[in-house]
């Protein structure tokens, strides 16, 4: 495999990392486990109101959830949105979504498992991310869904009626930040109750799994745009992009999303290297040829070279 698409590709993903870790490095069985994970069991046996079977199954599977969040460079998302995944197999619709709600809310993740690594923030004078305030006011959950509808494995004649929906989710949503962007509380509010209103029209188009890709995309997606849990040199990084490189507003946004589909794709290829290496191969290869290819679409020359020589830069521990 061409060494520039490896460097690339784990730069992609090591870029929209959230970092977590456990430093007392606990494994967890079934007879250690703390007062506070063994609250949170009883509260997702209460509220989704799982029967000794499948209390039996979710206290396995959330052991093993809990071991893979207490491992270095885990991403806490990734592995919820695995540990749903698994859970679909023995438990129903109506309970998977409750569960679903309490991981939302933060309620199935012990505390000492949320602690994010602090970063030295040495960005420059916008203060957050790549984009101050005009990106932070943007929604392209649009854009990500077409750049990952393939990956999610949704017919054309499904995204013909996603994406009106999605469409007037992006408008309504740009419509919210920019109205009250200096009011987080309002906006959030407003957030959640398009939320509401968007993920049943969702529903009828595409199933649990695909939601969960297309939540997790914009989840991470957001973190890029405002700068949280970004390294010293990543930040520094996405500040040239903007700002060096003189990318504009559709260009900037263009690697801001080949950033999040790379790291969606990319999880999700490690995991099945687990299993199934020469399938894991071929998904990678395919996953860095339409990465390339969409950076050369937006980007000029100059530009694109550039941005690949930073990411190697960042992979060989070098000064930007």
């Known amino acids: 495999m061409h060494l520039i698409y490896k460097s690339f590709f784990i730069a992609l993903i090591s870029i929209s990392t959230a970092i977590f870790a456990n430093n007392d490095n606990t494994v967890y069985t079934a007879q250690n486990l703390t ?36 491992k270095p460079n885990a991403n806490t998302n990734v592995l919820l949105f695995l ?10 619709n109506e309970q998977l979504t409750k569960i679903t709600q309490m991981a939302q809310n933060g309620k199935l993740v012990p505390s000492k498992n949320t602690t994010v690594k602090p970063t030295t923030n040495t960005s420059n004078a916008t203060g957050a991310g790549i984009g101050a305030n005009s990106f932070q006011t ?10 990952l509808q393939s990956h999610m494995k949704v017919s054309n004649e499904k995204a013909t009626k996603v994406i009106p929906i999605l469409k007037n989710y992006d408008a309504q949503l740009i419509q ?88 969606i794709r990319g999880d999700l290829i490690a995991l099945l290297h687990k299993t199934d290496p020469q399938k894991a191969g071929q998904e990678f290869i395919i996953l860095m040829q339409d990465l390339d290819a969409q950076l050369k679409t937006n980007l000029s020359g100059a530009q694109y070279q550039s941005i690949k020589s930073d990411i190697e830069k960042l992979i060989k521990g070098q000064k930007l």
């Open 138 to 147: 943007q929604s392209n959950v649009t854009a990500l869904f077409e750049q």
């Open 83 to 92: 540990l749903g995944t698994k859970m679909k197999g023995y438990v129903s």
């Open 35 to 70: 007062p506070e994970i063994q609250k949170i069991i009883a509260e997702v046996n209460s509220e989704c109101k799982l029967n000794a079977d499948q209390a039996g199954k979710f206290k396995n599977d959330y052991i093993l959830f809990l071991n893979e969040n207490a």
């Open 176 to 263: 919210i930040k920019t109205q009250n962007n200096n009011n987080a509380a309002k906006q959030k509010q407003l957030t959640d109750a398009l939320n509401n209103q968007t993920v049943p029209q969702l529903k009828a188009h595409l199933n649990d799994q695909q939601i969960a890709t297309l939540v997790l995309a914009l989840s991470l997606q957001e973190n890029i745009l405002s700068g949280k849990n970004l390294s010293a040199d990543q930040k520094q990084f996405l500040d040239k992009i903007r700002y060096q490189y003189k990318l504009n507003d559709v260009q900037t946004m263009s690697v801001v999303l080949v950033l999040v589909q790379g790291k």
